[in-house]
């Protein structure tokens, strides 16, 4: 088993990892255009883990509450391909990009998966770790063009 001091890179490199190893849920944020995707996604199989990105900024709220279907006369909430990936993966590792670029009710529906490990019906293995990727609230596309029309109203 991997440790801290096993895994090579900066000190932050080696908190995220032993995070990962120790399946606590864990935010990276950093400035767009980075490399964050990217780099965790390498990063991903050199700790021997299967990875699945899910980018919230383009996703619904169903895409992590689940849709309702009919399963032999009653109803439940469906799962999907990425979520059955992950829990067949020896090990997974769930990358949530663009998290707080997501709709409010997007990202609702991603925080249930990272505190209650559910999506749909369909809970994650123990095996699967969760790391949410996001720019600085600062940087955020909402926020930026929230400032331009402010500053153009009061400049007009």
Same mark, same amino acid.
């Given at each position: 088993m991997a440790t801290n001091? #096993?895994?090579? %890179?900066?000190?932050?490199? $080696?908190?995220l990892a032993a995070g990962v190893e120790a399946n606590v849920p864990t935010a990276v944020i950093g400035e767009p255009g980075q490399g964050k995707t990217a780099t965790m996604e390498s990063s991903t199989s050199g700790w021997g883990r299967h990875c699945e990105t899910v980018i919230g900024s *383009? $996703?619904?709220? #169903?895409?992590?509450? %689940?849709?309702m279907i009919e399963d032999k006369g009653a109803i439940k909430y469906s799962s999907f391909q990425w979520v059955q990936n992950l829990n067949k993966a020896a090990k997974g590792l769930?990358?949530?990009?663009?998290? *707080? #670029?997501?709709?409010?009710? #997007? &990202?609702? %529906? &991603? @925080? $249930?998966?990272?505190?209650? =490990?559910?999506? %749909?019906d369909t809970m994650l293995a123990d095996s699967v770790s969760i790391v949410? @990727? &996001?720019?600085?609230?600062? =940087? =955020?596309?909402?926020?930026?063009?929230?400032? =331009?029309? $402010?500053c153009c109203s009061e400049n007009s």
């Open positions: 001091y #096993t895994f090579p %890179g900066s000190p932050f490199q $080696r908190a *383009n $996703r619904e709220a #169903t895409d992590f509450l %689940g849709v769930l990358l949530l990009d663009e998290f *707080n #670029t997501s709709a409010p009710s #997007t &990202m609702k %529906g &991603m @925080l $249930r998966v990272v505190q209650e =490990r559910y999506v %749909g949410a @990727l &996001m720019n600085p609230i600062a =940087r =955020r596309y909402d926020a930026i063009v929230c400032c =331009r029309r $402010r």
